[in-house]
C-alpha cells in the first residue's frame, strides 16, 4: 500500500539500504595513531563515522562506500585502505 | 582544530542514500543540519540531492522535508515561514525558532530557480537559502549551467576541436543575492567545515533572508577519485580561485585568507573537466583569478 | 450577521476568502481577477483579517507558495486568470499530488495569442485533467459560497485536493450583483481550523513530502488520486445540502443543476454565467409554448457522468455550448465530454464566446433552432463574423 501522495513517515528510513556493499576498498582505523582531530568524521559523505561509548571512532562498514576521503583527509595516518574481499 | 568534539553528534541526514562515492551534496545536507540543528525545515529543489536522498518508501532525512519542483524553492519556503508565522498565532511552536532551509544546486538557483529566489529574497523572509554549487546540472549528466566556469567542459559545452568548453565567466550568485541588500550573504566550501558551519549557524540566528553559496566538487561531474573531494574543494580556496567571505548587514569580510595563494594548475590538473586546456587557457584563468583577488584583497 | 451587498464576483471570492479565515493568501494581479488580491489586502492592511499576505512575483511563485504553506498544515487561498493560471501549471499538478486542499478563484479568461483579456473558459479547461476540482459559479453569489464550499470539500479528509471556482470573465468579475453575506462566526464555525492529518511540516514529527516516485508507487498514487477526485462527489453532495441546512442556498445536488428539463425534448448544456442567458431564453420561450430544458456542469472535474445520462435521459436534441475549443478536435471539452457518455443520442457542440464574443439571446435561440433539425455531431461555432 503506497501511502497518501507517497508521504514517507519515517524519518532517517535509508538506513534501511545498505550502502556498504558498493565498496570496493575499504578504509580501516587504528585507534592508536587517531588523535581524534574529527576529520574523517566530519567529512564522511555517508556520516558513517562515530564515537563509540570509548571516545573512540569507528567505522560502520554498513554504509560506508569506501570513498577514502576519511584515508586522505587524516593528518597522522591513521586511517588507511584496503581492497575489498568479497 | 584539535579541541574535543568540535562538531555536533547529532545526525539529521541518515546514511544509506544512493549519493555516489565521495559526494560533495551529501557533506553540504550532513553539515548544514549539524550546523542549524533539529528544528529546520528543508525545502529541496530538483536535483542530485532531492533524488538520491528520498526513492520512496525510503528517506535520509530526519527533520521534516519537502520537495515541489526545480525552480520555486524560495516560493516554497516563503510559504513555508508564513504558515508558521500563522502556526505561531494559534498558538503552535511557543517561543521557538523554526528554520526554514532552502537547499538547491546551482542550476536551480542560479538559473530555472532564479525569479523565485530574488522574489524571495526582496520580500525578506526569514530563511537560510543554501546554494550547493557544484558548477553543473549534475542530475542530468553535467550539462553546464550558468554557475559552470569559463572554459570547464560540460556535456551541453564540450570541449571541442573549435571549443574550450564553457564559453561564459562563472554567474556570481553571492554577489547577486547581496545586492538584495538582505542581512546575510557568504560564501563557503565543504572542504571547511568550521567556516561553512559556523556561517550557516549565523545565517540561522539572523532574523530575514540569508544566502549561502557552498562550493561542493563533483567526482563524476569534475572527473577526479572520489578520495579526492574535500582536497579539491581546499585548492579551489587556496587557490583563490573561490573566496571564502561574508557579507554582514553589508560588511564584507574575508573569513579565510591562504598564507600564499597556491597556482592554479594545481586545481585544474587533477580534474578531467579541464584536461583539454593548453598553458596558455590556464594562464588566461589565473589572469582572471588574480584580477579578482586583488579587488577582494587576496594578494 | 448575514447581510446584503451589492459586489462584483472577484470581490464576492475576497469576502468568502476572508469569512473562510484564510491564513496565508499569495497573490500576484491579472486582469480580471486582481480587484480579488486587491481587496484582500485591503482586509489585511486593515487589520479585518489576521492573515500572512505574500507579495510573490509570479502565479507560479503564487502556487508554490501555496503549496509551501498548505504542506505546513494552514488554510490557503489564491486567485488568478489566463496566462496566469497556465504558468501555474506544472504546480497545479504538483499541489493535488500532493494532496494539498488549496482552494483558487480562476477568473475565467482567454490565452494568448493574440493577447485578449476577455472571458471564455480555454484557461481552466486547459488543466482539466491536474487533478483539481473545477466548480464553475453562474453568479456572485455563488461564487462567494461556492469559495466557503471549496474549503469545506478540499479540507474533507476523504478528498484532500485543491479545488478552483472558476468564474467568467468581465461577466462576473466586473458586474455588480447583489450577494448575501453569511455571517461571519457562522462560516467559521462551519468550516472549523484546517488540521490536515497526513501533510504538515512539523519539526516534532519529521516527514517527507514530495520524494522521488519509483515505478513501484508512482501509478499507485495516480489511483489513489483518481479515486479521491471521484469519491469526492459524494462530498461535494453532502456539502451542497449541508451549506443548504446552514445557509438556505443550494445548486442542483452540488455537481449539476437542472433547469425546466421536464418533458423538454431539446436540452442546452452548459457552465458559466452563460447559463443564465440560457434561462432567460428558456423563460422566454416557455411563455410562447415552447419547453427547452437546461442542464447546467456546475462540477466539471469530476465530471458527473451518472447524472448527465440521468437527466438528459428524456431529451433527443442535446446542444453542448463550449467556450473554449479543442483545437484539432473541432469540439468543445464539454461538448467531447458529453458525446463520450450520452449513448445513442443526438449530441451537437456549440462553439461559443472565444475572447469575450457576445453570447446573446437571439444567439441560444439560434442554437435551439440548429440543434432540432441538426444531424448527431455536428459543431457550429456561434457569432462567427463573415
Ligand atoms: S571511505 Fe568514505 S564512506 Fe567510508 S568511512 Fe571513509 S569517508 Fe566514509
Ligand atoms: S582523521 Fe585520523 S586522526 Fe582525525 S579523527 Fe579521523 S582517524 Fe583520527
Redesign the pocket.
Same mark, same amino acid.
Given at each position: 500500500m503506497v501511502t497518501i501522495a507517497a508521504i514517507i513517515y519515517e524519518p532517517g528510513s535509508t538506513t534501511k539500504n545498505k550502502t556498504g556493499s558498493w565498496r570496493t576498498f575499504r578504509p580501516i582505523?587504528?585507534?592508536k %595513531? +587517531?588523535? %581524534?582531530?574529527? #576529520?574523517?568524521?566530519i567529512f564522511c559523505p555517508e556520516g558513517t563515522?562515530y564515537e563509540d561509548e570509548n571516545g573512540d571512532?569507528k567505522i560502520n562498514y554498513d554504509y560506508c562506500k569506501g570513498c577514502l576521503i +576519511?584515508v586522505n583527509?587524516?593528518?597522522? #595516518?591513521?586511517?588507511t585502505s584496503i581492497r575489498e574481499e568479497k | 582544530m584539535m579541541n574535543k568534539k568540535q562538531f555536533p553528534r547529532e545526525e539529521y541526514f541518515a546514511p544509506g542514500h544512493r549519493g555516489c562515492a565521495g559526494c560533495g551534496a551529501s557533506i553540504v545536507a550532513r553539515m548544514a543540519l549539524k550546523a542549524i540543528g533539529r528544528d529546520t525545515i528543508v525545502v529541496n529543489s530538483t536535483g542530485c540531492l532531492e533524488v538520491f536522498t528520498t526513492p520512496y518508501p525510503e528517506t535520509a532525512w530526519k527533520v521534516p522535508w519537502i520537495h515541489t519542483a526545480f525552480e520555486c524553492a524560495g516560493a516554497v519556503a516563503g510559504g513555508i515561514e508564513r504558515a508558521i508565522k500563522a502556526l505561531k498565532k494559534r498558538g503552535k511552536y511557543k517561543g521557538r525558532k523554526l528554520v526554514v532551509m532552502p537547499i538547491s544546486g546551482d542550476g536551480g538557483t542560479a538559473d530555472i530557480g532564479f525569479q523565485s529566489l530574488s522574489g524571495a529574497l526582496e520580500r525578506g523572509h526569514d530563511m537560510v537559502y543554501i546554494m550547493y554549487d557544484n558548477e553543473a546540472y549534475m542530475n542530468t549528466g553535467v550539462q553546464r549551467s550558468s554557475s559552470t566556469p569559463l572554459f570547464a567542459s560540460a556535456t551541453t559545452a564540450p570541449a571541442g576541436k573549435i571549443s574550450k568548453g564553457e564559453n561564459n565567466p562563472k554567474k556570481d550568485m553571492a554577489m547577486i543575492a547581496a545586492a538584495h541588500g538582505i542581512p546575510y550573504v557568504a560564501t563557503a566550501c565543504i572542504s571547511y567545515p568550521e567556516d561553512f558551519m559556523r556561517k550557516v549557524k549565523k545565517a540561522s540566528d539572523i532574523e530575514g533572508p540569508a544566502f549561502i553559496q557552498v562550493l561542493q566538487p563533483c567526482t563524476v561531474g569534475w572527473g577526479y577519485s572520489t578520495e579526492n573531494t574535500i582536497k579539491i574543494g581546499r585548492l579551489a580556496v587556496e587557490t583563490g580561485l573561490f573566496p571564502l567571505y561574508e557579507i554582514e548587514n553589508g560588511d564584507f569580510k574575508i573569513t579565510y585568507k591562504p598564507a600564499k595563494r597556491k597556482p592554479l594548475k594545481e586545481y585544474i590538473k587533477m580534474q578531467k573537466r579541464y584536461r583539454h586546456l593548453t598553458d596558455e587557457d590556464i594562464e588566461i584563468l589565473q589572469k582572471n583569478i588574480d584580477e579578482k583577488c586583488k579587488l577582494l584583497g587576496l594578494e | 450577521m448575514e447581510k446584503t451587498d451589492i459586489v462584483t464576483g472577484t470581490i464576492a471570492a475576497a469576502m468568502a476568502a476572508k469569512l473562510s479565515n484564510v491564513e496565508v493568501i499569495a497573490a500576484y494581479p491579472i486582469t480580471p481577477q486582481t480587484h480579488c488580491v486587491e481587496t484582500l489586502a485591503k482586509y489585511v492592511a486593515n487589520g479585518e483579517l489576521d492573515a500572512e499576505f505574500v507579495k510573490v512575483e509570479s502565479e507560479h511563485s503564487a502556487m508554490a507558495t501555496c503549496i509551501g504553506a498548505s504542506a505546513t498544515g494552514v488554510r490557503t487561498f489564491t486567485a488568478t486568470a489566463s496566462q496566469g493560471l497556465a504558468l501555474m501549471h506544472e504546480m497545479l499538478y504538483i499541489a493535488s499530488g500532493m494532496r494539498l486542499p488549496i482552494v483558487m478563484l480562476n477568473t475565467n479568461r482567454a490565452l494568448s495569442a493574440p493577447i485578449n483579456i476577455w472571458c471564455d473558459q480555454q484557461d481552466s479547461i486547459t488543466e482539466r485533467d491536474t487533478g483539481w476540482i473545477q466548480i464553475y459559479a453562474e453568479d456572485n453569489q455563488e461564487t462567494l459560497d461556492s469559495v466557503i464550499q471549496a474549503f469545506k470539500i478540499a479540507e474533507d479528509e476523504d478528498v484532500l485536493l485543491p479545488v478552483m471556482v472558476n468564474i467568467d470573465g468581465f461577466i462576473l468579475t466586473h458586474t455588480v450583483e447583489p450577494v448575501v453575506i453569511p455571517d461571519e462566526e457562522k462560516v467559521r464555525e462551519y468550516l472549523g481550523v484546517y488540521e490536515p492529518k497526513h501533510a504538515y511540516l512539523d519539526p516534532d514529527k519529521p516527514i517527507t513530502q514530495g520524494p522521488v516516485g519509483v515505478p513501484e508507487c508512482y501509478m499507485e498514487t495516480r489511483k489513489d488520486l483518481n479515486d479521491a477526485i471521484e469519491g469526492s462527489k459524494e462530498v461535494i453532495k453532502r456539502v451542497n445540502e449541508e451549506y443548504y441546512k446552514l445557509f438556505n442556498r443550494k445548486y442542483g445536488n452540488g455537481l449539476v443543476e437542472g433547469y425546466n428539463l421536464e418533458n423538454a425534448d431539446t436540452v442546452l448544456v452548459s457552465m458559466g454565467s452563460v447559463c443564465g442567458t440560457i434561462k432567460y431564453v428558456i423563460n422566454k420561450l416557455k411563455e410562447k409554448g415552447k419547453n427547452i430544458g437546461l442542464l447546467r456542469i456546475r462540477t466539471y472535474r469530476p465530471f458527473p457522468k451518472e447524472d448527465v445520462v440521468e437527466m438528459l435521459k428524456d431529451a433527443n436534441n442535446v446542444a453542448v455550448l463550449d467556450k473554449n475549443i479543442s483545437l484539432g478536435f473541432n469540439m468543445g471539452a464539454l461538448g467531447i465530454d458529453v458525446s463520450s457518455v450520452l449513448k445513442n443520442k443526438k449530441v451537437c457542440n456549440y462553439i461559443v464566446g472565444l475572447g469575450g464574443r457576445d453570447i446573446t439571446p437571439q444567439n441560444i435561440e439560434e442554437i435551439i433552432n440548429h440543434v432540432e433539425g441538426a444531424k448527431d455531431g455536428e459543431t457550429k461555432w456561434i457569432n462567427l463574423r463573415e
Open positions: 582505523m587504528d585507534n %595513531k +587517531c588523535i %581524534k582531530c574529527e #576529520n574523517c568524521y563515522i571512532f +576519511c583527509e587524516c593528518p597522522v #595516518n591513521a586511517l | - | -
